[in-house]
């Protein structure tokens, strides 16, 4: 079935160092792809999202690239702050079964240190 | 500002009460919801998706009789978590997409922390 790896965290950094947090998806179809973002004792927020092939989604700094040929979304941002500390989800559209439904990566717990 | 609302944000319940979580969508109409489940420093598993007017459907595994769905309006549903137990302490989160535009992203609730002692 389908479904989304992320790598493991915790992911680590000082102040305005370089982010990548991989992901990679399997799925039959054409999936829509999102990245969204939990802060602690909160629920989770969209971060942003690509519909199809070579789509790049970007929002506050963040950015992330859809490759069907690598079935890969990695988030991206070039120099991340405090206030990006926070647990990153990966996730996929599915539309199979007849409706749609959101499955999601295990998480990634980015802490960034002054 | 929130499109989901989601109450309470915290319950602590005794062994085998019964406790209930209200997820609303704020300013749409939600045919649709979605009922997820979050174990510590774990991601999110769906349980089941909420219909108005009909049935919610369950992910396997997820017992129907223990978390009750009722879709009771188009900007309501609840889960009802039935004859708490400690090992359904858990986060529960809900979500929605706005109406007439399903492809778009789920909007979440902030979630319910429930702990059962």
């Known amino acids: 079935g389908n479904s989304v790896t992320q790598m493991e965290g915790p992911v680590t950094l000082s102040e305005e160092a370089f982010l990548t947090i991989n992901c990679t998806y399997t799925?039959?179809?054409?999936?829509?792809l999102f990245w969204y973002v939990q802060y602690p004792g909160e629920g989770l927020q969209l971060l942003l999202k690509?519909?199809?092939?070579?789509d790049k989604g970007s929002n506050k700094g963040f950015e992330a690239t859809y490759r069907k040929e690598t079935t890969s979304f990695h988030l991206e941002k070039g120099s991340v702050q405090v206030s990006d500390s926070a647990v990153y989800f990966c996730?996929?559209?599915?539309?199979?079964?007849?409706?749609?439904?959101?499955?999601f990566g295990a998480g990634t717990r980015l802490a960034v240190h002054p | 500002g929130a499109v989901v609302s989601q109450h309470p944000s915290w319950v602590i319940c005794k062994s085998g009460t019964s406790v209930k979580i209200e997820c609303r969508s704020l300013?749409?109409?939600?045919?649709?919801m979605f009922w997820y489940r979050q174990f510590p420093k774990q991601s999110l598993m769906l349980m089941a998706t909420?219909?108005?007017?009909?049935?919610?459907?369950?992910e396997q595994g997820v017992e129907k009789d223990k978390f009750l769905i009722n879709h009771a309006s188009l900007t309501l549903s609840t889960l009802t978590v039935t004859s708490a137990h400690p090992e359904d302490s858990s986060f529960y989160i809900c979500?929605?997409?706005?109406?007439?535009?399903?492809?778009?992203?789920?909007?979440f609730g902030n979630g319910t922390r429930l702990t059962v002692t």
């Open positions: 799925a039959t179809g054409y999936p829509s």
């Open positions: 690509a519909t199809k092939a070579d």
């Open positions: 979500s929605a997409p706005l109406t007439g535009q399903e492809n778009s992203p789920l909007h």
């Open positions: 300013d749409f109409q939600a045919t649709t």
């Open positions: 909420s219909n108005e007017g009909s049935k919610a459907t369950y």
């Open positions: 996730a996929l559209r599915d539309f199979s079964g007849g409706y749609n439904k959101l499955i």
